[in-house]
């Protein structure tokens, strides 16, 4: 009743004010009202007024840009499905949009919980189709971290593998360079693994993920039949407190 009420007197004010200032286009308004309730985290009004300007003005101007932000209240509102299908509107109908990059990501993070795969195919879109863009790194390691989820440890250490070479000193390249060495062990190739976990402890000796790290690369090495430098990484690992 309370949204009700506040949608109705918010459209008899925009045609008061409008019919008084000689604006030729309400619809503006109302896209800024919308926007001004989301702002507020007035995220079920915010919905509201979305759909119902998506509603009335289904062409209108910005309209891609209302999809999205009706994804994104939703979101907030931990309205998944709902959400899933405003963001698959920005990405089904409006190829040029500039929300394209976050309305792909957006969609990696609500598929995750139930196909990684799909997720996967999401993030990496983003790092694909907008390689500059502010969220390309990010969505590169998140592909990798689906795959990995997934348990395709080949296609996982393909994008790990992909988001080092693309950012070396990136935000998530000690996580990545971690994950690259698991995903080549459990897929068998130790001596990959062994390198990476190597490369690991060289960049990062004093990351949080040293101790465990230097564990797995003494691992490794067992499985490769590098018994003696298996010997020495673990002798290491336990000077160190491993």
Request: charge should be negative; proline fraction near 3%.
């Amino acid at each position: 009743m309370h949204a009700m009420k506040t949608r109705i007197a918010f459209v008899c004010s925009l045609v008061v004010f409008s019919a008084a200032a000689g604006i030729a286009d309400p619809v503006e308004d109302q896209f800024n009202f919308a926007t001004g309730l989301m702002i507020k985290n007035e995220h079920e009004l915010a919905a509201e007024e979305f759909r119902a300007l998506l509603k009335d003005h289904p062409d209108f101007t910005s309209a891609d840009v209302a999809w999205f932000r009706l994804g994104e209240v939703l979101h907030k509102l931990r309205k998944m499905n709902e959400a899933e299908e405003a963001f698959l509107k920005v990405t089904a109908q409006y190829p040029k949009s500039d929300k394209l990059p976050q309305a792909y990501y957006r969609l990696g993070e609500i598929v995750s919980d139930r196909n990684h795969r799909d997720a996967a195919r999401y993030f990496a879109a983003v790092a694909e189709k907008w390689p500059d863009n502010a969220l390309a790194e990010a969505a590169l390691y998140w592909s990798a971290e689906e795959l990995f989820k997934a348990e395709d440890w080949k296609a996982a250490s393909a994008a790990y593998a992909a988001s080092l070479a693309k950012f070396p000193q990136g935000k998530y390249s000690a996580n990545s360079l971690y994950s690259l060495g698991w995903s080549d062990s459990q897929r068998g190739q130790f001596d990959a693994a062994a390198k990476s976990f190597r490369g690991f402890l060289e960049k990062f000796p004093a990351h949080e993920l040293a101790p465990e790290c230097r564990l797995k690369m003494a691992e490794a090495l067992t499985k490769a039949g590098k018994h003696d430098d298996a010997f020495a990484a673990y002798t290491q690992a336990g000077s160190a407190g491993g």
